[in-house]
């Protein structure tokens, strides 16, 4: 069986394999070498996932989900006729999607995977991103940084040492990453990052400006109309594409709001330098990540061989100008910012499952040595962050501590457990209390409890504790209000896999209607082409099968049950019966 590289984006995905030792896209079922995240509830219960679910998005705003990603890790919920759905469950649905695209296009099952995320994500969001493939029925064999993907990627054809800077500006998130490529080595040095910054920001930005031009215009204000809001929208993310290789992007929306005097239509130009002053800001605010990945990485800008964009929000010009300004280097254009993400995914899945043999520089698998994003720290006396782990150390990570009680004859103690640069304990992101129960009441200072931290290649962290008096072994509880637990895990599972069974009897079903209606469509253009040539009785079957069938196909396809299915196959096989003489005629007419 294959193992697929996974690039799971905010904007885009993208899935790609090796093939012939070589890392190649793998088309979606709609032809297209990145599928969009973007999932889609219909008003008959169908889910909806990619192009077909943007589609619809301008006439089923509310039932349309995009950007998921930025929601990974928490306990944020999009319901939809009742049922509200995680963001584990949404990207399911997206994996799922690429993962059936792959089996079809593989022509075998697809069941690992290597699934990649923003280098800044925490604990909880790459747990949730691993707990989003087992609900989409993927073996997530690694969680591995973007920025050492497409560091990856490009190693490939470019093996020779040197110090990269991956500098990965996505829908959702933005990444830098220093990352040095020795022989059969990638190592990263340090990364840094932004997780609230991306193209969906520079998108609210000209969606605002034409939002605001409508308003001026005609004192409309589209904000609460949100069919007209979501057309504007997509017309906003086209602008700011067109604006990357021309000058001026022009929008035109007619009928966009009901005015006093009839329909309103929406004509902007927005011009490149208009488009810079109102994103100026977006794009200084990856200077501090860049300055802190350099110094972090102990290196000059000047050091660097290579610098790769990554991520379509790199095609902007002020982007790359940007990049030139801070780096001074021109950015390599040797990958594509697009699917290089996913090939390098891709090529570390094949290392991991044993069959990187005829990979160029991994014959002898490529070694990835990644780094913790943030720094890992617990809540001492007085709500001081007391720091472990630093950040940017290499994975994976090992570390014991002793600790002892606060106070008198404790029988217990909690343990926060935090992320993040801040010294005080309430300014960083806490990610798990563990509590430790049990411990002999003793004086404050005279228990001795090891604790230790273990992060995990993907990065995840998982937490042991020991009592060194006894030599026992004790449980800890994690409390961590954003990740599912395995009962939920399950139950999205079963969730997605009756989905996948419903969606094949619903398939079955369109194609029973369609068929059914192109037969009694045909059947009546026969009795008004030829019922002149037909018997009285005849004529009166005729039309009492095609008025028995159009009462079945009147209900709604949501509502069919197998022995309304039943009855549509009997109906259409008795208007054929009884038509085939006339269809026959009408044949032989024509």
């Keep these: 069986m294959a193992t697929i590289g996974i690039d799971l984006g905010t904007t885009n995905s993208c899935a790609a394999a090796v093939e012939g030792g070589r890392p190649a896209i793998i088309p979606n079922a709609e032809g297209e070498r990145t599928t969009p995240s973007v999932i889609a509830f219909s008003k008959d219960g169908e889910r909806l996932v990619g192009t077909i679910a943007c589609r619809q998005a301008a006439v089923n705003p509310d039932r349309t989900i995009e950007s998921v990603k930025r929601r990974m890790g928490d306990t944020w919920r999009a319901t939809v006729d009742g049922k509200a759905y995680s963001p584990q469950e949404l990207s399911a649905m997206i994996l799922r999607k690429l993962r059936i695209d792959a089996e079809a296009f593989l022509a075998q099952d697809v069941t690992d995977a290597v699934i990649t995320v923003p280098a800044y994500f925490d604990d909880a969001q790459r747990q949730a991103t691993k707990d989003a493939g087992r609900i989409a029925g993927l073996n997530v064999l690694r969680i591995i940084n973007e920025p050492t993907a497409a560091a990856l990627a490009y190693g490939l054809d470019n093996g020779r040492q040197q110090k990269v800077m991956v500098y990965d500006l996505g829908g959702g998130t933005f990444d830098v990453s220093v990352i040095e490529i020795g022989d059969g080595v ?13 193209g969906d920001d520079f998108d609210e930005r000209v969606t605002a400006y034409l939002v605001d031009a409508f308003k001026r215009e005609h004192g409309v204000d589209l904000r609460g109309n949100q069919a007209a809001l979501q057309r504007v929208k997509e017309a906003a993310r086209e602008a700011k594409k067109e604006l990357s290789s021309l000058d001026t992007a022009h929008v035109n929306l007619p009928f966009l709001a009901q005015g006093a005097a009839g329909p309103l239509h929406l004509e902007a130009t927005l011009s490149r330098a208009a488009f810079n002053d109102m994103t100026r800001d977006l794009v200084e605010r990856t200077t501090g990540p860049v300055q802190n990945a350099l110094n972090d990485a102990g290196i000059a800008a000047s050091e660097l061989g290579c610098v790769l964009l990554v991520g379509g929000s790199t095609r902007i010009p002020a982007v790359q100008d940007h990049v030139k300004k801070l780096t001074g280097k021109e950015p390599s254009a040797s990958i594509n910012p697009d699917e290089c993400v996913a090939m390098g995914a891709a090529m570390q899945g094949a290392t991991l499952s044993g069959s990187a043999t005829g990979l160029v520089k991994a014959d002898n ?7 913790t994003p943030l720094s890992l720290s617990i809540e001492t006396v007085g709500g001081v962050a007391t720091r472990l782990v630093e950040r940017n150390t290499t994975l994976p990570v090992h570390y014991s501590q002793v600790f002892s009680t606060a106070a008198a004859f404790q029988t217990s103690v909690e343990i926060k457990v935090l992320q ?55 449980s800890i509880t994690i ?35 369609e068929e059914g209606q192109r037969l009694a469509n045909e059947a009546n253009r026969a009795l008004t082409q030829v019922g002149k040539q037909l018997e009285k009785e005849e004529k009166k079957q005729i039309k009492a099968d095609v008025a028995g069938l159009q009462k079945l196909l009147g209900k709604k396809l949501d509502k069919l049950d197998a022995g309304d299915a039943d009855a549509l196959r009997a109906a259409t096989a008795q208007l054929e019966q009884s038509s085939a003489r006339a269809r026959a005629l009408m044949a032989e007419q024509a």
């Design 479 to 513: 409390d961590d209000s954003g990740r599912m637990s395995d009962d939920d895990i399950d139950r999205a599972i079963r969730d997605a896999e009756q989905y996948a069974a419903q969606d094949g009897e619903r398939r079955d079903l369109m194609v029973l209607r």
């Design 186 to 198: 990638i190592e990263v040095l340090a990364t840094s990052g932004d997780n609230h910054l991306g």
């Design 420 to 474: 993040g640069e801040r010294p005080m304990a309430a300014d960083n992101k806490a990610i798990g209390t563990f509590k430790l129960k049990g411990i002999k009441r003793a004086p404050a200072g005279a228990p001795q409890i090891e604790v230790t931290f273990d992060i995990d290649a993907n990065g995840i962290l998982t937490v042991s504790a020991k009592d060194l008096d006894t030599g026992k072994q004790q």
């Design 365 to 371: 698998s490529i070694l990835l040595l990644d780094v």
